[in-house]
């Protein structure tokens, strides 16, 4: 869940090209599934549980704008995982982002439902993601970005192979902020 008692600044994280990918297995009774019309409603309340939007009609529209005219491409690259009710808990995107000169791989909208948290779910969509990403795009530099308030994911994200990066200008992120940000997360991890 997104911490706003800490400042807010962005984070860019990136998997360089070679990097293994752990294979991480779901827990009993959860599975993976991938996009399919209707399930904007699912990824609405699952981006609202942990508070990276204000309300529900927000993320869908938000899912509406950004996603819903790629339906061919969110059937692959959407995933969710389902809990044995086939409730789902937790979704993770493998989309893209341009440089204004090439396309690259990137993470996008990593969140598992609150109550769900602490299973290894995030961990398993994120490794999944990526290893769809690698299938689909090719073993090259991968992005993803967070901020400072998804602290915990942060290292999550390490677990699977992507790093904090200073790199500037990446697609719609400056990173100017690097410095602040790092500060941030050294205060949070270290207590200093």
Known sequence: MLDKS?????VMMARKQGTPIPE???PSGYKFTFFKLGDEKDW???ETSVLEFPNEIDALLYFQRQYLSYISELEKRCLFIENAQ???????TGWWDYNGVK???TVHWCAVKPEYQGLGLGKAI??????LMVDIEGDIDMYLHTQTGSHKAIK????VGYEITDEKNLFRW??????????????IYTGK
């Open 156 to 159: 999550l994200y390490e677990m």
């Open 24 to 26: 991480i297995k779901l």
């Open 44 to 46: 609405a309340i699952i």
């Open 86 to 92: 086939g409730e789902k808990v937790a979704t993770c």
């Open 126 to 131: 994120v490794a999944k993601i990526t290893q």
């Open 6 to 10: 800490v400042p807010h600044f962005d």
């Open 103 to 105: 396309r690259h791989p």
């Open 174 to 187: 400056t990173n100017e902020n690097y410095d602040k940000a790092m500060d941030v997360l050294k205060q």
